[in-house]
């Protein structure tokens, strides 16, 4: 294969996964936005709308629960309404998101200088009233000790057609950095105790994200 060829099969698959601009889609590509935190780091327009539209989709059909039978109490994962990437059956989404994973360990490797490889992958489901409270990623005394393996937290909103639901997370000023969901975009920070962060309430539509845990730890590399 000639490196032409190659650099176009290559192209297009990450066109297949980011957005680029052309005349014709005005598309914006990807764009880094200052978020004040050095620890803190939102990409909008990381993963293609289209993309993130397959993946409402996907995570419409499979949580099936009907329409407020789920308890606002309960953390999504409590309440049968996550699909995690191990049980995805093969295609090409699961090719894609593969891929997506890849590009997002190379944006946390960009960010931070430290080589990181994608750990538990999960496809969340947010429906009205869910929230989540301010925590740590890499577990708690008693939690499961896998956990302790995450070293970055990375969640793509997958739409935005709700309010709330905004992603809050300490910063090192002492403040929180408050991320807006918007269909694309990407955040990450450490999953420990400097970034302890939570999900405000989810009003009017159901949220549905993309959420990545990273680690530096290549045993615990999940293709
Ligand atoms: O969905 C988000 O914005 C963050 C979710 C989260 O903190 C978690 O799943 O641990
Ligand atoms: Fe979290």
Not at 193 to 199: D, F, I, L, P, S
């Amino acid at each position: 294969m000639s490196p032409a060829t190659l650099e176009r099969l290559v192209l297009a698959r990450a066109s297949a996964l980011i957005p680029v601009r052309t005349a014709a889609s005005g598309a914006a590509g990807v764009q880094k936005v200052e978020t004040g935190s050095a620890m803190i780091h939102r990409f909008d327009g990381a993963l293609n709308p289209a993309i993130c539209a397959r993946l409402c989709a996907l995570s419409h059909s499979r949580t099936e629960k009907p329409e407020g039978a789920a308890d606002p109490a309960k953390l999504p994962w409590q309440d049968s309404d996550t699909f995690a990437f191990d049980h995805w059956e093969e295609g090409e989404l699961r090719h894609l998101i593969g891929g997506y994973r890849l590009m997002v360990g190379q944006l946390i490797c960009l960010a931070v200088r430290e080589i990181v490889f994608p750990h538990f992958t999960d496809l969340v489901r947010w429906r009205p009233g869910k929230s989540m409270d301010e925590h740590k990623d890499d577990g708690y005394p008693g939690d499961d000790e896998l956990m302790s393996c995450r070293h970055y937290s990375a969640v793509t909103y997958c739409n935005d057609n709700y309010s709330g639901g905004e992603t809050f997370i300490r910063n090192e000023h002492g403040g929180y950095y408050v991320s807006a969901p918007r269909t694309g975009t990407l955040v990450f920070y450490p999953s420990d105790e400097r970034a302890t962060h939570g999900v405000k309430p989810v009003v009017g539509g159901d949220r549905v994200t993309l959420s990545t845990w990273f680690t530096r730890d290549v045993r615990h590399y999940r293709p």
